[in-house]
C-alpha cells in the first residue's frame, strides 16, 4: 500500500512539534505515512524540511492553500490555532473535496483546548464541575460562546461526519519540555513565572483556589501518536465525531499551589526577599499581570481522561509521584531568571 498523505500544521509548536517528533520516531508511522507541513517562514522550512518534511509556505489566513492541500490529504493533524475560523472552514472545504486519497474517508484530528471549560472563578473556589470524555452529552452542551467553541461547531457539523471522520482532541495545562524543532515551552506556567519576576513580587489570583487538569507535553505526544494510527487501523472501533472529543490528562492542580512553588523558588535565586505570595490588590489583572492572565489562570478547568486508555490502551508515564510537576516549575523559574 502506498504511503498515506498527512497535512500538518503547527509543527512549529509546542504542541504540534512534540507530537510530530513522536510520531516520526514510531516504527509504524514511518512505514505509512510521508508528511507535508505548514510553516510561516524559510527558517521554519529548514528546521522542517531538515526533518525530512516537505515544507508548505502559508499560513492560515491562506484559504486557498489550506484547502488545496486538505483536499490532497489523506490525514490532516491540526495543531495550529484553536480559534483560527477561517481557517478550519478552509481546511474541512478541501477533506469534503473528491481528491486522489489512499482512503475511503479522510481524517481530521484537531487541537481543541480545556479552556473551553473554564470558569469565571478568578481564583475564589474549586469548582466541583468535572467533565469526562465518556460523557459527551455534557460537553457538547457547552454553550456556543465559550472559548474554542467557534472552530469546534465547524467540525461537529454533521454534514462534515457524512464524509470526515473527526476526532477532536481538548489538552488541559501542558507543562514539560517539549521535544519539537522551534518551540519547546508551554504558556499558563511560564506566563505566571514571566509575570513575577516582572514584578518582583508573586502574585495569585483571588485566592488561588481554582483548579486545572494538567498533561505533560510527552504523554500528549504519545497520546496523538496511538490515536492517529489508531485512526487509520481500527477506525471502527474509535469513537469519532460528536461521539470522538478526546480529554488528555493527568491529574490536577491548583493554580494557588502553583504561586507558592514560584515563590518559594524566586527567593531561593535571591530574586524576592521572601517567598511570601500576595493577593493581587483589589483583584484588578492591569497593572498587575500580563492581559488575559486572569482567563488563562484564574478559571476552574477539570476533565477526566477515559477513552484514551479504553480505546488506546493509553497511559501517562510522567509525574506518577507528583514530584516532577513541582520540579517542572522550579526549572522554568531558573531559566527565566538567567534569561531576565
Not at 510553516?39 to 516537505?54: C, D, F, M, N
Request: glycine letters at 10%; proline letters at 4%; a negative charge.
Amino acid at each position: 500500500m502506498a504511503k498515506l498523505n498527512v497535512f500538518i500544521t503547527g509543527q512549529s509548536g509546542y504542541i504540534g512539534g512534540t507530537a510530530i517528533d513522536h510520531l516520526l520516531k514510531n516504527p509504524v508511522a514511518k512505514e505509512k505515512f510521508v508528511y507535508r507541513s505548514l510553516v510561516r517562514s524559510e527558517a521554519q522550512a529548514k528546521a522542517i524540511q531538515a526533518l525530512g518534511i516537505t515544507p508548505v509556505l502559508g499560513s492560515l489566513d491562506d484559504a486557498n492553500l489550506l484547502t488545496d492541500e486538505a483536499a490532497k490529504a489523506d490525514v490532516v493533524l491540526h495543531f495550529a490555532h484553536a480559534d483560527h475560523v477561517p481557517g478550519i472552514h478552509a481546511i474541512v472545504k478541501g477533506l469534503l473535496q473528491q481528491g486522489h486519497r489512499h482512503l475511503a474517508r479522510p481524517i481530521l484530528i484537531h487541537t481543541s483546548g480545556t479552556g473551553i471549560l473554564r470558569d469565571g472563578a478568578d481564583g475564589q473556589f474549586a469548582s466541583n464541575e468535572i467533565y469526562s470524555d465518556d460523557n459527551p452529552a455534557k460537553v457538547l452542551a457547552l454553550p456556543d460562546t465559550a472559548l474554542h467553541r467557534d472552530v469546534e461547531l465547524v467540525i461537529l457539523d454533521p454534514k462534515v461526519h457524512e464524509h470526515v471522520d473527526t476526532y477532536i482532541v481538548a489538552p488541559p495545562t501542558i507543562w514539560g519540555e517539549g521535544t519539537g524543532p522551534i518551540n519547546r515551552h508551554s504558556i499558563q506556567i511560564p506566563q505566571q513565572v514571566q509575570n513575577a519576576i516582572l514584578q518582583r513580587k508573586v502574585y495569585r489570583v483571588g485566592k488561588g483556589l481554582n483548579r486545572w487538569s494538567k498533561i505533560h507535553v510527552e504523554d500528549l505526544a504519545d497520546f496523538y501518536a496511538l490515536l492517529t494510527l489508531q485512526t487509520i487501523q481500527q477506525p471502527n472501533n474509535l469513537p469519532k465525531g460528536r461521539e470522538g472529543y478526546y480529554f488528555v490528562e493527568n491529574g490536577e492542580f491548583a493554580y494557588g499551589d502553583v504561586s507558592t512553588i514560584i515563590a518559594d523558588e524566586l527567593h531561593k535565586q535571591g530574586i524576592s526577599q521572601d517567598a511570601t505570595v500576595y493577593d493581587t490588590p483589589d483583584s484588578k489583572e492591569e497593572g498587575y499581570w500580563t492581559p488575559g492572565s486572569f482567563g488563562s489562570i484564574g478559571g476552574n478547568s477539570r476533565s477526566r481522561s477515559v477513552l484514551g486508555g479504553k480505546y488506546l490502551g493509553w497511559k501517562a508515564k510522567h509525574d506518577l509521584d507528583g514530584k516532577e510537576f513541582e520540579q517542572y516549575i522550579r526549572d522554568e523559574v531558573k531559566r527565566a531568571v538567567q534569561k531576565a
